[in-house]
């Protein structure tokens, strides 16, 4: 039994270190995650900026509509 757990584990080892098992990327894709959610809450506060002056300029059209049909 203990035999065969050391030479599993020394096994994997032999594995990964060889270079043809699975690269663990675990670290990487984290950071890669953690800039895509930065950018992304980044971009959801453009948006909102956006829409925000988009309801600003469209109350002011409409102001200026109802003055020149007053007119």
Do not use: H
């Not at 270190?17 to 699975?22: F, Y």
């Not at 663990?24 to 930065?38: A, F, G, K, M």
Request: charged share 40%.
């Amino acid at each position: 039994m203990l035999e065969r757990r050391l030479s599993e584990a020394l096994g994997a080892g032999v594995y990964r270190d060889s270079g043809l098992g699975a690269v663990d990327e675990t670290p990487d894709l984290r950071r890669q995650l953690t800039e895509l959610e930065n950018r992304t809450g980044n971009l959801a506060d453009r948006l909102s900026d956006r829409e925000d002056e988009l309801l600003a300029a469209r109350a002011a059209n409409r102001e200026l509509m109802a003055e020149l049909n007053r007119k």
